[in-house]
């Protein structure tokens, strides 16, 4: 009854669909990993809220090149865990971040290297501010000055964002789209460690024109979705398969012919209601 499935076309079917429902069983694989990869960053934003910060260098090593080179990236398991560091901020060197949305406003996140004992520097971002009053969202806003003297800060260690664009120094300030590190490193005149500090503590206090920049989790929920949805699609590729062997198979056996139509008309009428 089945061995038509042996014929070169139905193999042909049959190739086709067990390597459709393997794509998709690897595409909802690779989900599944992106689903743990972003379950661990939330992990991990959620652990750095609550723990003990750690000393900067504990997290991200020192760089070892000259001036206007970046230490190391750090490693997936500090990134976003607390730290602290000690230094003076270089007030001649800051940067801004353009185009960061904090609120549905678009503004600045400042940046500002702090200059640490053994010479180098990390950039601690410092907040967002909005843009200048009356101004145009890619208009330098004032930013307030950084404290002067020793200065301790507390925050959550971020790796470099990649896709930076160029790098301009307008008004004595830094200007870019994106904290790419190296390519911000190679303006400053000192080495730059690898990550940078999301603060969310200082001593003396920040200033208070700044906004903190939320850390917002991924949505891994999203791809938990697409790991059913892709793996439901490899069943449903399987399956079909085997319910159009099956009818083409009951076809073949003359089990599923056409009907006989029926004719109405030829059909006796119902009798009526009996005459009183």
């Known amino acids: 009854m089945y061995r038509f499935l042996l014929t070169p076309r139905w193999l042909g079917y049959l190739a086709l669909t067990l390597a459709a429902a393997a794509v998709m069983v690897f595409l909802g694989n690779w989900q599944l990993d992106r689903y743990r990869g972003r379950t661990a960053i939330n992990e991990r934003i959620d652990a750095g809220a609550t723990m003990t910060p750690a000393p900067l260098r504990d997290a991200l090593p020192a760089p070892t090149g000259g001036t206007g080179s970046a230490g190391p990236a750090p490693v997936e398991r500090v990134t976003w865990s607390r730290v602290t560091a000690t230094g003076r901020y270089d007030s001649a060197n800051v940067v801004l971040?353009?185009?960061?949305?904090?609120?549905?406003?678009?503004?600045?996140?400042?940046?500002?290297?702090?200059?640490?004992?053994?010479?180098?520097?990390?950039?601690?971002?410092?907040?967002?501010?909005?843009?200048?009053?009356?101004?145009?969202?890619?208009?330098?806003?004032?930013?307030?000055?950084?404290?002067?003297?020793?200065?301790?800060?507390?925050?959550?260690?971020?790796?470099?964002?990649?896709?930076?664009?160029?790098?301009?120094?307008?008004?004595?300030?830094?200007?870019?789209?994106?904290?790419?590190?190296p390519r911000l490193a190679k303006q400053l005149p000192y080495p730059v460690t690898g990550g940078y500090v999301l603060l969310d503590g200082q001593t003396p206090a920040a200033d208070p024109a700044f906004q903190a920049v939320p850390i917002g989790h991924t949505n891994n929920w999203q791809n938990f979705g697409y790991v059913w949805q892709w793996w439901i699609f490899a069943v449903m590729s399987l399956f079909g398969y085997g319910w159009v062997a099956r009818r083409e198979a009951r076809r073949r056996a003359g089990l599923d012919g056409p009907r006989t139509p029926v004719d109405r008309a030829a059909e006796p009428a119902a009798a009526g209601p009996a005459a009183s």
Request: glycine share 16%.
């Open 97 to 181: 971040i353009r185009g960061r949305t904090v609120d549905s406003r678009v503004g600045f996140e400042v940046l500002t290297p702090l200059v640490l004992e053994d010479g180098s520097a990390v950039l601690v971002d410092r907040g967002w501010i909005p843009p200048a009053p009356n101004a145009g969202a890619t208009v330098q806003p004032p930013v307030p000055a950084a404290p002067t003297g020793e200065v301790t800060v507390t925050g959550r260690v971020v790796g470099s964002e990649s896709g930076g664009g160029g790098i301009a120094r307008r008004d004595g300030k830094l200007e870019a789209r994106r904290i790419d590190i």
